[in-house]
């Protein structure tokens, strides 16, 4: 028997250290994609760059007019978008692990809708612009959380009464949205419909700092929640008898997946999918059961770059806003996810 237990411990030890080798490969692999894809997004423009420049201006060797191009021009626009994809990859990875779900996303459950029908408000009713409405757009996330949380409270918080609710919140988020652009003047309503695709148009150093502000500020409490999550995802009974306070944990897991959510709404609007395809697609790389939260951020980031380089450069002239050609992409996705979920009779 103790020999037989030992060699079930080797086993064991030598799949964890498989996996774990695994997901350093995955994670250096896509690393080093994000910053080939990174440097070739701050090459191309009105004034192409070779790429060798990009690189050595970004390391201080750069003459001056690329360093103004650069570090002035296109810098704060691929940062964003890297720092957005982080955010959304992060909060995606919490909201499924926490819901053990894969449609639990925050634009799939309502919570990027209410933040973009305070940011709408802000537009067209307030007359609002820049940090203003993101700060409406970051307390609409937080408000449509809670309001969320306490409608699908009955004695616990179950992963499809949460998503259920969630789904409703949203469309009538959505409403509200419609109706106000139906009320808004033209030019108005022009500027928020541009928000609400998701755009990094026009981002800046202001944008880079409180993304990188808020990210740092945030990882701690990942840090220190990351293995109650681990233990949520063995199902509520295990979890509290292994003496986890799990509604505790849910509850501080969705607050940190919600503030990333949030961040990363009001720096760049609604961008659509990246949350809900970078975990399941995290997960398949590096063959993780856990939440994968440094593959999921890198995914997420790695979407964004490589969907706002093929937005402002494969239609010749024509620029389009980041998110419709994520929209593109996780639209499809969705749609199999659904078709899969319909015929295991599952919640997937």
């Known amino acids: 028997m103790g020999a037989a237990t030992a060699e079930r411990g080797q086993v064991i030890a030598r799949a964890r250290a498989g996996r774990q080798a695994r997901s350093l490969a995955v994670i250096a692999v896509l690393a080093v994609l994000l910053f080939v894809t990174f440097c ?17 201006t970004l390391f201080g060797a750069g003459d001056k007019a690329t360093e103004f191009i650069v570090n002035r021009l296109r810098l704060p626009r691929a940062l964003t978008g890297i720092l957005v994809g982080v955010a959304l990859g992060m909060s995606g990875a919490i909201f499924q692990s926490v819901a053990r779900n894969p449609l639990a ?12 029908a305070f940011a709408v408000f802000a537009i ?12 409406l757009a970051i307390a609409g996330a937080l408000l449509t959380a809670f309001i969320m949380y306490l409608l699908a409270w009955r004695r ?12 409703g919140i949203g469309a009538i988020a959505t409403s509200l ?97 990246v949350a ?15 939440p994968a939260l440094i593959a999921s951020a890198l995914i997420g980031a790695l979407v964004i770059a490589l969907s706002d380089l093929i937005a402002q450069h494969a239609l010749g002239d024509t620029q389009l806003p980041v998110g419709v050609v ?11 996810l659904l078709a899969r979920t319909n015929r295991v009779g599952s919640g997937g």
Not at 124 to 135: D, F, K, P, Q, W
């Open 156 to 167: 616990g918080v179950s992963s499809y009464r949460l998503i259920l609710v969630g789904i």
């Open 40 to 56: 070739v997004s701050l090459s191309l423009g009105d004034f192409k760059i070779p790429v060798i420049d990009v690189v050595k």
């Open 124 to 135: 067209i009713t307030l007359g609002l612009t820049g940090t203003a409405v993101s700060a």
């Open 276 to 290: 809900f395809v970078a975990p399941p697609i995290a997960r398949w790389l590096t063959r993780s059961p856990g």
């Open 177 to 273: 949205t419609s109706y106000l652009l139906t009320k808004a003047r033209v030019e108005v309503a022009q500027q928020a419909l541009i928000w609400l695709t998701g755009s990094l148009n026009g981002r800046d150093w202001a944008n880079v700092r409180s993304l990188a502000i808020t990210l740092v500020v945030l990882t701690p409490a990942m840090i220190l929640l990351v293995n109650r999550l681990r233990i949520l995802q063995l199902g509520d009974e295990t979890a509290y008898g292994l003496g986890l306070r799990v509604e505790w944990a849910r509850l501080g897991l969705i607050v940190v997946a919600v503030l990333l959510a949030a961040i990363a709404t009001a720096a760049a609007g609604p961008i659509a999918f």
């Open 105 to 116: 996303s925050p634009d799939i459950i309502g919570v990027t809708y209410g933040a973009s």
């Open 326 to 336: 994520t929209g593109v992409v996780g639209a499809p996705y969705l749609m199999f």
